[in-house]
């Protein structure tokens, strides 16, 4: 088990007119596609805890308040190969009941399938976290995996 959960189990991407954003339990993901030939020079990116905005060439493509906060310090873009942005935010809230249901507050959200494949994977990588003897990557889940599913921390082990 040397490569990340997500790694392991793939991720569960929202698609979305510029591109697609995805999560753990720690992060959100953010993928624009933008012109081959893009320079770093043309990307304006403001990251804050409760705001995202991203315009390039002057033209802008995202700009709202996150659909939760983020530590502002720890997010970071890339602009990779001159035609993708990666922006990585940091949650402030990381455990699996915090499944983020947009990205931005009303836009983006994912739809009700891809919703609930976000929720199942970040239950699982919770099981992996208090379980790191075992591979969760591969597993399937039924039952009550909303906010993070059944709590087993009380249990005597």
Known sequence: MSAPFEERSGLV????PWGRWYQ???EVFVEVDVPQGTR?????????SRCLSLSVAGKEVLKGKLFDSTIAD?????LEDQKLIRIILTKTNRDAGNCWRSLLENEYAADPWVQDQMQRKLTLERFQRENPGFDFSGAEISGNYSKGGPDFSSFER
């Open 40 to 48: 770093a020079k043309e990307v304006q990116c403001s990251l804050q």
């Open 24 to 26: 753990t339990m720690e």
């Open 13 to 16: 991407p929202c698609a979305t």
């Open 74 to 78: 720890e997010a970071t873009w890339t």
